[in-house]
């Protein structure tokens, strides 16, 4: 079993960036494939971008290509979720899910494991 922390959440302006760390415990990180959600109040959990075991492979939801990038450390066992060029429409809670298995997954229910969340905010 694996714990998830988020971080580095917060109050930014439209077009900066914003840099989300996601730390995994009680397991190494390179025995799951791992992705990054967000909510927005009244909407539902949506995919943002997932990254295999190794690094080798991304998968990005449509909304976010070309200015959000996933990346991992397995050594660190950490996620991270690089943001820029970001929009008051990025305002959601984003959370970090794992699951073991291979390649990259974009469905909720093929994430076993969730952290809590921490909150973005773009201003315009």
């Known amino acids: 079993q694996v714990q998830l922390v988020e971080s580095g959440g917060g109050l930014v302006q439209a077009g900066g960036s914003l840099r989300l760390s996601c730390a995994a415990s009680?397991?190494?990180?390179?025995?799951?494939?791992m992705g990054w959600f967000r909510q927005a109040p009244g909407k539902e959990r949506e995919f943002v971008a997932s990254?295999?075991?190794?690094?080798?492979?991304?998968l990005y939801a449509d909304s976010v290509k070309g200015r959000f990038t996933i990346s991992r450390d397995n050594a660190k066992n950490t996620v991270y979720l690089q943001m820029n060029s970001l929009k008051p429409e990025d305002t959601a809670v984003y959370s970090c899910?794992?699951?073991?298995?291979?390649?990259?997954?974009?469905?909720?229910?093929?994430?076993?494991?969730w952290g809590q969340g921490t909150q973005v905010t773009v201003s315009t």
């Open positions: 899910a794992a699951d073991t298995g291979w390649g990259t997954r974009s469905t909720e229910n093929e994430y076993t494991y």
């Open positions: 009680g397991r190494t990180l390179s025995s799951y494939v």
């Open positions: 990254i295999s075991r190794s690094g080798s492979t991304t």
